[in-house]
């Protein structure tokens, strides 16, 4: 961690000794249990670069423990969810995150993946994009979303389902008129469906639908890279 920025925000309290500490059973919580990151309305970052990207955002932490300086190592490491004790895990507060409309929205429906909802948010982070997320999605704010979305989670702005502004593109397998030639002026959303059901009809019926022409033989793209290229078609067009 970057030394001048993160000790001016350490928390100075006596070496935690005990795997019965109360910081270390929240953060044991807030990393195995959507309900409890729910209930309490906090999560857990892992690791030096999520929690500087925080800093970074202006965005403080509830809880910052620092391996050696405020709690041993080893403690540490029984409570991460990494594959290594880390650096320091810090508690956030989901009501701090980033809100507020953008031009472009990825909206996902009930893409329950982990991975591909943090991959989808650390996209729309490169692109300038809002995300919104219906109910069934994979929490952002879980451990491995973090992990994929690289900070992204601290800068993009989550938005509610209904509120995602502009014209709806839903993006479908088959069917859909090539994204290429479609009108994407923004503003306007982008449908995203969940990774074995797609989109369900009554989303698609009064969007227009779009879809990514695939020359080779795959049946589909995965949603994370479906997303990418949208994102990307709609930046090479306002670039050009």
Not at 1 to 29: D, P, Y
Not at 112 to 130: C, I, K, Q, S
Request: one cysteine or more; charged letters at 25%; proline letters at 7%.
């Amino acid at each position: 961690m970057r030394e001048g920025r993160a000790r001016r925000r350490r928390v100075t309290s006596s070496l935690i000794e005990s795997r019965q500490n109360e910081k270390l059973r929240l953060v044991r919580k807030l990393l195995s249990a959507r309900k409890h990151r729910e209930e309490t309305g906090l999560f857990a970052a892992e690791g030096e670069d999520l929690v500087e990207a925080a800093l970074a955002a202006g965005i403080e932490p509830v809880e910052l423990l620092v391996a050696g300086e405020n709690v041993r190592p080893e403690l540490l490491g029984e409570v991460s969810t990494l594959g290594h004790a880390p650096r320091v895990v810090a508690v956030f507060r989901r009501d701090d995150l980033p809100t507020g409309a953008r031009e472009v929205t990825l909206a996902l429906w009930e893409v329950g993946d982990p991975g591909n909802v943090g991959t989808l948010l650390r996209t729309a982070d490169a692109f300038g994009a809002a995300v919104a997320l219906s109910p069934g999605c994979a929490d952002p704010v879980g451990p491995r979303a973090l992990r994929a979305s690289a900070g992204a989670i601290f800068r993009v702005p989550l938005i509610e389902w209904d509120e995602a502004p502009g014209r709806r593109v839903a993006l479908v397998a088959h069917g859909g008129k090539p994204l290429a030639g479609l009108d994407l002026e923004p503003p306007l959303t982008l449908l995203l469906g969940s990774e074995r059901q797609g989109l369900p009809q009554s989303l698609v019926t009064d969007c227009y639908l779009a879809t990514i022409p695939l020359p080779g033989d795959a049946e589909s793209l995965n949603v994370a890279a479906a997303g990418a290229i949208a994102l990307y078609e709609l930046s090479r067009r306002s670039s050009s």
